[in-house]
């Protein structure tokens, strides 16, 4: 599960349906108007504004003070009231200061006769409108940061539900439907399942309610990737005491015939199959390249074996290993029933279980789950 700081925003755009990812480093939202306006607020303080969550005459708005002294309101409709409170229509900005000179302007407004209609309720084009007012007064720069584990976190999960990472003007991350999926029910279809993984991931999550399919469930149980399974060798390796212990989760990957690499060979070579069948000379020329990666990835695979088998010949404790930590099994994380054969003493020991007293839960190793279902919405 990831931190409740991290709010994943759907909006459509004409045809195009997008997904915004925002992670502040600020502390967590401590109210409900607070998550609504996350995205907001942690782009002015990366600004290095101050801002706060105000009631206005209907809904909240959000307030930064500039370093001119004057103000920054951010307002989604209040007479009347947004019907959509979690994402409101459209938007109107105004920056203000009552002190001489006096200043009032109206920076962006998007309501249906303002001259920013086309954008209705999309925060990125706000966000692009004020960031071209802030550049003008003189506001340092958004200060960039890398992305976030939360971040990254949550476009994995985008990007297994069909959607493709992209970069905006301004270079912002955002995630997309491809761009020639258009048909509105494969859009909700798609979405929907999307909202469905980052739900269960523990996202907290906005947009248009249009955007989902009200026929479909949204709720998901939690599925563990296979590139986290995976993930679970990496702490097997870190916790290993023995060239045994080492070696196993390696053995897994280069394994002549069923091994990790080699399957990944083979979905390499089968997508170029498949892909060149669309018979364009950029299909060829992605077929190709496809291969190329696959025979590259097949000789790697070659020289990992013969680095793995080297490491198995020392079969010895590692020095800066001390007996107690020599004893200790691995950790309870889920491995193939290979890996944990590889784990057991020799059976010329006659010992067939893992070393020392296992806990009751890891007595018996299970094989890896199942993998994933297929991203591809529909499937």
Partial sequence: MHPGNALITFEQKGSRVRAWISASSSPPATSEQDHRYATLTAALRRRGLECTVEYGLSDYIVHAELPDGSSLIISPP???????????ESWMVTRHRSAEPPVYEVVYDSEPDGPDAQHRGSIPDLLTAVDARLDRLGVPPRQEQKRSVVERAAGAVLYRAGFV??????GAHYYRLPSAMTDPAEQRLAVTRAFGMLQAEGFRLAGDPALLDPGLPVARSHETSLGDRLGHLTESVQAATHTREAVAPLSELTAPGDGVLQRVVEILNATADWWEGFGEAADHHYANHLRLI???????A???QAICNDLADRHTVRPDKNQTQASRTFPSAPTSSRVSAALAPSPLAGQYALPVDPPAESSARAALPPTRPSSVPGR
């Fill in 165 to 170: 990472p992209a970069v905006a003007v301004g």
């Fill in 302 to 304: 070659i020289r990992l």
């Fill in 294 to 300: 696959a025979e590259d990835l097949d000789s790697y």
């Fill in 78 to 88: 209040q007479e009347p009231p947004s019907e959509h409170r979690g994402s409101p």
